[in-house]
């Protein structure tokens, strides 16, 4: 087996570096799908809406000098160009861009495509190669198909949300836009599948990602368990029902420490860490089964145990002790963190606006042919001359005539 010294050196440019695709729709669920392929080195063009672009650009909370902290995010490592898609011209545009790409993303609700002329059908005759990537609420088919389905929406059918919070609360959001994001990483992975599928068939393919239909996909046997035994799961907070321990526990300061130590072995190691090693040899407590039945009973002893102890010496003791446990991080302890500097999982990412901007790396490390984050996200119609003019090779006047009537931006000569 290889060591750190024999194995290869990794490649730069990412694992898809050869591979050009085009980015339509906004919001969230493509450009993440869009994100994951250019986080990987994928040539990701971003087509938007001329002087307007994606709303996402104007999305998030906090925004410094008026600009979206989202966007530098969900847009990094693209370009930007600006096509009306909603006239023949634009459409006309996009044609000539598919015949070059190898991946089209859209989540436009189904059918806007079709009634551009840029539907599967169509755009696989000019490019029997292309592959389509469609994220959408409720899929291409079926009867609700056509219906407005935004993430929430994705999350509340697939059963999510009817999980998510405390039982004495009405469902709960998870806070963060997950149906969205995995509608968009199964489209992901749908689109390297086809592609994998095209290098032995020669022909492109459609992903179709719906979000209720990826947000069902990890809902574990949700479905299963009432199928058999009529059993609805229910919200039930912090906890694993049945499972224990496994809760967040709180420590002197008030700071909580989510602890995990159901397993026998880990449970007696807990127990020893407690200075009471005699619970895992007491029968109410020495299996999982008999732990599952007094989950509350044994989650006030440990609570309160930790009580009695700050974060960091909590965690050491059971550090030393084998017991899995975490911290609940926020952005500034994940910022401080060793671990994270170790495996540089924040990195600082250039703006020509907000200066240098930490967020996220790649996931996941691949040891030859790692991802990188390069850029933020680009100005509205930043590419758009080094796509036009470069790619297409359109005149510097054919591009100023689609410009004054509006098919494409006029993106950075605005300033000029």
Same mark, same amino acid.
């Given at each position: 087996? @290889?060591?750190?010294?024999?194995?290869?050196?990794?490649?730069?440019?990412?694992?898809?570096?050869?591979?050009?695709?085009?980015?339509?729709?906004?919001?969230?669920?493509?450009?993440?799908?869009?994100?994951?392929?250019?986080?990987?080195?994928?040539?990701?063009?971003?087509?938007?809406?001329?002087?307007?672009?994606?709303?996402?650009?104007?999305?998030?909370?906090?925004?410094?000098?008026?600009? @979206?902290?989202?966007?530098?995010?969900?847009?990094?490592?693209?370009?930007?160009?600006?096509?009306?898609?909603?006239?023949?011209?634009?459409?006309?545009?996009? &044609?000539?861009?598919?015949?070059?790409?190898?991946?089209?993303?859209?989540?436009?609700?189904?059918?806007?495509?079709?009634?551009?002329?840029?539907?599967?059908?169509?755009?696989?005759?000019?490019?029997?190669?292309?592959?389509?990537?469609?994220?959408?609420?409720?899929?291409?088919?079926?009867?609700? @198909?056509?219906?407005?389905?935004?993430?929430?929406?994705?999350?509340?059918?697939?059963?999510?949300?009817?999980?998510?919070?405390?039982?004495?609360?009405?469902?709960?959001?998870?806070?963060?836009?997950i149906g969205d994001t995995l509608a968009a990483t199964f489209a992901c992975l749908g689109?390297?599948?086809?592609?994998?599928?095209?290098?032995?068939?020669?022909?492109?393919?459609?992903?179709?990602?719906?979000?209720?239909?990826?947000?069902?996909?990890?809902?574990?046997?949700?479905?299963?368990?009432?199928?058999?035994?009529?059993?609805?799961?229910?919200?039930?907070?912090?906890?694993?029902?049945?499972?224990?321990?496994?809760?967040?526990?709180?420590?002197?300061?008030?700071?909580?420490?989510?602890?995990?130590?159901?397993?026998?072995?880990?449970?007696?190691?807990?127990?020893?860490?407690?200075? &009471?090693?005699?619970?895992?040899?007491?029968?109410?407590?020495?299996?999982?089964?008999?732990?599952?039945?007094?989950?509350?009973?044994?989650?006030?002893?440990?609570?309160?145990?930790?009580?009695?102890?700050?974060?960091?010496?909590? *965690?050491?003791?059971?550090?030393?002790?084998?017991?899995? &446990?975490?911290?609940?991080?926020?952005?500034?302890?994940?910022?401080?963190?060793?671990?994270?500097?170790? &495996?540089?999982?924040?990195?600082?990412?250039?703006?020509?606006?907000?200066?240098?901007?930490?967020?996220?790396?790649?996931?996941?490390?691949?040891?030859?042919?790692?991802?990188?984050?390069?850029?933020?996200?680009?100005?509205?119609?930043?590419?758009?001359?080094?796509?036009?003019? *470069?790619?297409?090779?359109?005149?510097?006047?054919?591009?100023?005539?689609?410009?004054?009537?509006?098919?494409? *931006?006029?993106?950075?000569?605005?300033?000029?």
């Amino acid at each position: 087996m @290889s060591d750190a010294t024999t194995s290869p050196k990794p490649v730069q440019g990412g694992p898809l570096s050869d591979l050009r695709v085009l980015e339509m729709g906004q919001l969230l669920a493509g450009p993440f799908c869009g994100q994951l392929l250019a986080d990987f080195g994928a040539e990701v063009i971003k087509i938007e809406q001329p002087g307007a672009g994606d709303p996402m650009r104007e999305w998030g909370r906090e925004k410094p000098h008026g600009q @979206s902290l989202w966007w530098p995010v969900i847009a990094r490592n693209k370009k930007s160009i600006e096509i009306n898609a909603r006239v023949p011209e634009g459409q006309d545009v996009i &044609r000539d861009l598919v015949r070059r790409s190898d991946i089209l993303i859209e989540n436009f609700r189904p059918g806007t495509m079709e009634k551009w002329g840029l539907g599967y059908e169509a755009l696989s005759a000019i490019n029997p190669r292309l592959i389509m990537i469609r994220v959408s609420g409720y899929g291409q088919t079926g009867p609700y @198909s056509k219906n407005a389905g935004y993430g929430a929406i994705g999350e509340a059918m697939g059963g999510l949300r009817y999980v998510v919070g405390d039982p004495s609360n009405p469902p709960s959001r998870t806070g963060i836009s997950i149906g969205d994001t995995l509608a968009a990483t199964f489209a992901c992975l749908g689109g390297l599948m086809a592609l994998h599928a095209r290098d032995r068939t020669g022909h492109g393919q459609i992903v179709d990602s719906a979000i209720y239909e990826a947000v069902l996909a990890v809902m574990e046997n949700l479905v299963t368990e009432y199928d058999k035994t009529g059993y609805i799961r229910e919200r039930t907070g912090s906890i694993l029902p049945n499972i224990s321990p496994s809760n967040v526990y709180p420590t002197k300061s008030g700071v909580f420490v989510l602890i995990a130590a159901n397993q026998d072995t880990v449970f007696k190691r807990l127990a020893a860490a407690m200075g &009471r090693p005699e619970l895992a040899e007491d029968p109410r407590y020495a299996t999982h089964t008999a732990r599952g039945q007094r989950q509350a009973e044994l989650d006030a002893m440990i609570a309160e145990w930790t009580a009695g102890f700050e974060r960091e010496e909590l *965690g050491a003791l059971l550090d030393s002790h084998g017991v899995p &446990r975490g911290d609940i991080y926020r952005a500034p302890e994940m910022l401080e963190d060793a671990h994270f500097k170790a &495996r540089e999982t924040i990195v600082q990412v250039a703006h020509p606006r907000l200066g240098m901007l930490k967020m996220q790396n790649v996931a996941p490390r691949l040891s030859m042919t790692p991802g990188e984050v390069k850029r933020a996200g680009p100005d509205l119609g930043e590419h758009n001359d080094e796509v036009f003019g *470069g790619l297409l090779g359109m005149t510097a006047d054919r591009m100023a005539e689609l410009a004054r009537t509006g098919v494409i *931006g006029q993106g950075q000569r605005k300033a000029a």
